[in-house]
C-alpha cells in the first residue's frame, strides 16, 4: 500500500475530470490518494514537486490537457511540462507518472480520457510499477 499525489490541472476540466478517474481506479487498493488541483498544466510542475518533496507521498501523477490552437503557445507549454515534470522525478528520487495529454482536438482528449484507454490510469498504474522498480534496485 502506497501513498499517492494526483497533480490535475482545473483547465479543461471536463478532459481532465476523465483522467482523475481513470487514475483513481488505477489506485483504488492504495493507502492514500490525495487530489491537488491547479490552475493550468503549466503550474503541474510546481505542485508536483512541493509534493514530491513533501515526503508525504511514494508518487506523484501529474494530469492535464494542452490543445493546440493556432498559436505556438501548445509548444511551449508541452514543452516547460514535460521537462519539469522529469526534473521533478529526477530530483526528487520518487516517480511522477505523466498523464498530461497534448493533443490536437478535442474528440482525441475524449478518447485518450474514456473508459478504454485512459491515459490518467495509465499514468497511475506507472507511477506505481516504478515504486517497485525503484524498490528492487
Not at 506523484?60 to 511540462?81: D, K, M, N, Q, W
Amino acid at each position: 500500500m502506497y501513498r499517492f499525489a494526483i497533480v490535475a490541472s482545473e483547465y479543461n476540466s471536463v478532459i481532465v475530470d476523465r483522467l482523475i478517474a481513470g487514475a483513481r481506479r488505477a489506485l483504488k487498493d492504495q493507502e492514500q490518494v490525495n487530489l491537488i488541483r491547479v490552475p493550468g498544466s503549466f503550474e503541474i510542475p510546481l505542485a508536483a514537486k512541493r509534493a514530491a518533496l513533501s515526503k508525504k507521498y511514494d508518487a506523484v501523477v501529474a494530469l492535464g490537457c494542452v490543445l493546440r490552437g493556432e498559436t505556438p503557445h501548445f509548444e511551449y507549454i508541452s514543452r516547460a511540462v514535460s521537462n519539469g515534470l522529469q526534473r521533478v522525478a529526477l530530483e526528487a528520487g520518487i516517480p511522477v507518472g505523466f498523464g498530461v495529454l497534448t493533443v490536437d482536438t478535442v474528440e482525441q482528449a475524449m478518447e485518450r480520457s474514456g473508459d478504454s484507454g485512459n491515459k490518467g490510469f495509465e499514468a497511475a498504474m506507472a507511477a506505481f510499477q516504478m515504486i517497485k522498480v525503484l524498490s528492487e534496485i
